[in-house]
């Protein structure tokens, strides 16, 4: 009974709302209530837009857009606004009072999170408006099932306090395992980064300092030791990502990521780096079909006169063979994310038993998605889904680059088809698949994988 009368004051409210939408009504002022450690210019900044609202409709909307900045700004808890008439004796007068919580200074957790192949168990502290301008000061560390640990430190804060573009700092540690290459990888970051969003594309420029070490783990071969060593990056990166995918995953989703690294900017790593995503999904009833296609490209830098650059190094720190890329720089493919059907990170050159990536790959895939049939559909629901798919792709080493690419990148293609299931899960999304790799009847330096895997992650190709 409570609930049916709850419903029928929601449409009683609704109607009233929709009666009024378009009176003409005026802002009075605005009060806040909440706000302790925030800075009054920054709240003031989300809350202006308000006061030009003209009919009542446009009040609330403004209202709740403000709320939703608040929020985006990442030290707001809550955001609520009441409208209410204003003591001035004229009913088309309206005062809005927004009543906000802020987040706790010193917030921290404990989580386990999946993606890219691997679960990640992860604990944070963060020092939260600490400056009165959005600011957070956060300490994360996070250990992955695939043996990578690491160690971030990082304060970030809204430009100019637009919550659409943060500013970010980092300094930051990791220690990787790289079985498939028989290394172990250090690295030490400091990175300043801008992101921007507007409409459908968002922007991220980053320049990044990163001292890196490769150590080999294993008796691996001579010319593959050679690629290991240290090696001192600085770069500049730009990433930029459109997208019109709605609630239902459908649209279409393009990002472009451009590294340049070195040159003018120092350090003993020299190229420029360019990654390619398209990814396209549209329902037709009752199947989901997709497509996408990936194309990556290192073209190496000349490096500059050491008088034009005082930090150049005299030489690189680790012995590059015919300008070929830093091997923690290169391209890798194969595995449940990527190409299916092949090991994971199996596909392209290698010495002996590793893999040692390449300055190019190429990859498309082709999806079909279905319900469950009948009476699975109703018990399991919708989140688990039937699939099939192809996908292919090719790694060129910097000597293939040299020769005759088109040739190479049509030559020896990795390829495969499959079935399987799909789990949509709030956290992830899991492949359960069935894949046989396309036989050449020719000599392959790919290495297969048939039969089943399982795949976790959010980026899939």
């Given at each position: 009974?409570?609930?049916?009368?709850?419903?029928?004051?929601?449409?009683?409210?609704?109607?009233?709302?929709?009666?009024?939408?378009?009176?003409?009504?005026?802002?009075?002022?605005?009060?806040?209530?909440?706000?302790?450690?925030?800075?009054?210019?920054l709240i003031s900044q989300?809350?202006?837009?308000?006061?030009?609202?003209?009919?009542?409709?446009?009040?609330?909307?403004?209202?709740?857009?403000?709320?939703?900045?608040?929020?985006?700004?990442?030290?707001?808890?809550?955001?609520?606004?009441?409208?209410?008439?204003?003591?001035?004796?004229?009913?088309?007068?309206?005062?809005?009072?927004?009543?906000?919580?802020?987040?706790?200074?010193?917030?921290?957790?404990?989580?386990?999170?999946?993606?890219?192949?691997?679960?990640?168990?992860?604990?944070?502290?963060?020092?939260?408006?600490?400056?009165?301008?959005?600011?957070?000061?956060?300490?994360?560390?996070?250990?992955?099932?695939?043996?990578?640990?690491?160690?971030?430190?990082?304060?970030?804060?809204?430009?100019?306090?637009?919550?659409?573009?943060?500013?970010?700092?980092?300094?930051?540690?990791?220690?990787?395992?790289?079985?498939?290459?028989?290394?172990?990888?250090?690295?030490?970051?400091?990175?300043?980064?801008?992101?921007?969003?507007?409409?459908?594309?968002?922007?991220?420029?980053?320049?990044?300092?990163?001292?890196?070490?490769?150590?080999?783990?294993?008796?691996?071969?001579?010319?593959?030791?050679?690629?290991?060593?240290?090696?001192?990056?600085?770069?500049?990166?730009?990433?930029?990502?459109?997208?019109?995918?709605?609630?239902?995953?459908?649209?279409?989703?393009?990002?472009?990521?451009?590294?340049?690294?070195?040159?003018?900017?120092?350090?003993?790593?020299?190229?420029?780096?360019?990654?390619?995503?398209?990814?396209?999904?549209?329902?037709?009833?009752?199947?989901?079909?997709?497509?996408?296609?990936?194309?990556?490209?290192?073209?190496?830098?000349?490096?500059?006169?050491?008088?034009?650059?005082?930090?150049?190094?005299?030489?690189?720190?680790?012995?590059?063979?015919?300008?070929?890329?830093?091997l923690a720089d290169r391209?890798?493919?194969?595995?449940?994310?990527?190409?299916?059907?092949?090991?994971?990170?199996?596909?392209?050159?290698?010495?002996?038993?590793?893999?040692?990536?390449?300055?190019?790959?190429?990859?498309?895939?082709?999806?079909?998605?279905?319900?469950?049939?009948?009476?699975?559909?109703?018990?399991?629901?919708?989140?688990?889904?039937?699939?099939?798919?192809?996908?292919?792709?090719?790694?060129?080493?910097?000597?293939?680059?040299?020769?005759?690419?088109?040739?190479?990148?049509?030559?020896?293609?990795?390829?495969?088809?499959?079935?399987?299931?799909?789990?949509?899960?709030?956290?992830?999304?899991?492949?359960?698949?069935?894949?046989?790799?396309?036989?050449?009847?020719?000599?392959?330096?790919?290495?297969?994988?048939?039969?089943?895997?399982?795949?976790?992650?959010?980026?899939?190709?």
């Amino acid at each position: 009974m409570a609930e049916e009368q709850l419903n029928d004051l929601v449409a009683k409210l609704t109607a009233l709302l929709e009666k009024n939408a378009d009176r003409k009504i005026t802002i009075n002022r605005i009060k806040v209530d909440g706000a302790k450690r925030t800075a009054s210019w920054l709240i003031s900044q989300q809350l202006t837009e308000v006061l030009h609202a003209s009919t009542m409709g446009e009040a609330l909307e403004e209202a709740d857009y403000a709320c939703a900045k608040l929020k985006t700004l990442g030290v707001i808890a809550e955001a609520t606004a009441e409208l209410d008439h204003a003591n001035t004796g004229n009913p088309d007068e309206f005062d809005i009072r927004f009543n906000i919580r802020e987040s706790r200074l010193i917030t921290g957790g404990t989580g386990v999170t999946v993606g890219n192949n691997e679960g990640r168990a992860q604990l944070q502290l963060s020092l939260n408006n600490f400056g009165g301008v959005a600011d957070r000061l956060s300490f994360s560390t996070s250990k992955t099932s695939t043996g990578t640990n690491l160690y971030d430190v990082a304060l970030r804060v809204p430009l100019a306090g637009v919550p659409w573009t943060p500013f970010s700092l980092h300094l930051t540690k990791a220690i990787e395992d790289l079985p498939m290459s028989g290394c172990h990888a250090d690295t030490l970051l400091a990175a300043a980064q801008l992101q921007h969003k507007t409409g459908f594309t968002e922007h991220t420029l980053r320049l990044e300092s990163a001292w890196r070490h490769l150590s080999a783990t294993k008796p691996v071969p001579l010319d593959l030791r050679e690629l290991t060593g240290h090696s001192l990056k600085h770069s500049l990166l730009h990433d930029v990502t459109f997208t019109t995918v709605n609630d239902s995953d459908d649209g279409f989703t393009a990002s472009l990521k451009t590294e340049l690294a070195g040159h003018k900017l120092g350090g003993d790593v020299h190229h420029l780096k360019n990654e390619l995503w398209l990814r396209f999904q549209q329902y037709l009833h009752p199947l989901t079909f997709a497509i996408a296609a990936r194309v990556g490209h290192i073209s190496h830098l000349s490096m500059p006169p050491p008088d034009d650059n005082p930090f150049q190094l005299d030489q690189p720190l680790a012995r590059q063979p015919q300008d070929a890329p830093f091997l923690a720089d290169r391209f890798f493919l194969g595995g449940t994310l990527n190409v299916r059907g092949f090991r994971h990170q199996g596909i392209g050159p290698r010495l002996g038993s590793y893999a040692v990536g390449g300055s190019a790959y190429w990859a498309a895939a082709a999806h079909v998605f279905s319900p469950l049939p009948g009476r699975l559909r109703q018990h399991i629901g919708d989140a688990v889904q039937l699939h099939a798919f192809a996908n292919a792709g090719n790694v060129l080493s910097q000597a293939q680059l040299s020769e005759n690419w088109r040739q190479h990148a049509v030559n020896d293609v990795a390829a495969s088809f499959g079935l399987g299931l799909r789990l949509r899960a709030s956290f992830c999304q899991l492949e359960l698949n069935y894949a046989l790799p396309v036989p050449w009847n020719r000599p392959s330096q790919h290495v297969a994988s048939p039969g089943f895997s399982v795949g976790a992650s959010w980026e899939f190709l």
